[in-house]
């Protein structure tokens, strides 16, 4: 169930529209977690302007089913700035708890001296530096900025605990999606893996500030893992 909840908040969306203040505005959105058709928890996605700069959270609740029962919460926050229209992390953390068992983990990168700290209980990592280096959190308001600047490279350097990971992207065209505020005209975003067996589909809607609205994974098992806007 872990794994789950993990899946299904990497991405996430917004209920304001973007303004031209930054490239993605603050906003609040709820969803409900859904695998194989049974609803399994909820979670909301937050981004504010806070007092030592912009602030994206992803916080996820498993109510029902084993989830519900081993009480799993996952919270992520990410610090970040914008940078020439893209967000780059400062700091990430991550903390997830399911029944007696507790993990974190987080990312700090020093943008003056060119420096990236990663780490678990299990120790720490400096990483190779790079400017527009994101975390997990942050690689969906990244996608979003550059689908709403009409970007077509969708590539992103991501910091991780251990290592630097690259996720791409490829848009694939337009198709309107069904949710409990209504219908969407959404465009298609498939992550580009390379190892065959497990898929990743978003749908993001130019209406919401250029942000998903639905985001389905499907695992090399047949399990099929939801998010969708509530």
């Known amino acids: 169930m872990i794994r789950i909840l993990t899946a299904l908040i990497l991405l996430g969306t917004a209920v304001v529209r973007a303004d031209d203040a930054e490239p993605i505005a603050p906003f609040h959105a709820d969803y409900q977690l859904i695998r194989d058709g049974k609803h399994i928890g909820e979670a909301s996605i937050e981004l504010i302007m806070g007092k030592d700069g912009f602030q994206f959270s992803t916080r996820s609740e498993g109510t029902e089913g084993l989830a519900g029962f081993a009480g799993v919460r996952i919270e992520e926050n990410s610090s970040f700035r914008w940078q020439d229209g893209r967000p780059e992390t400062m700091h990430y953390r991550y903390f997830q708890k399911a029944a007696w068992k507790k993990k974190s983990r987080s990312v700090d990168v020093d943008h003056a001296a060119k420096r990236i700290t990663a780490g678990d209980a299990d120790g720490s990592a400096t990483l190779d530096y790079a400017a527009a280096t994101v975390d997990r959190n942050l690689v969906v308001l990244a996608l979003a900025a550059d689908l709403k600047a009409k970007r077509e490279t969708l590539e992103y350097r991501v910091a991780d605990k251990r290592s630097i990971e690259t996720h791409r992207y490829q848009a694939m065209g337009h198709e309107t999606i069904e949710t409990a505020r209504g219908r969407f005209d959404c465009i298609r975003v498939e992550r580009v893996r390379e190892k065959p067996g497990r898929s990743t589909t978003t749908w993001i809607a130019p209406a919401l500030g250029f942000t ?16 969708l806007l509530r």
């Open 212 to 227: 998903p609205v639905r985001i389905v994974q499907k695992e090399p098992d047949g399990e099929t893992l939801e998010m």
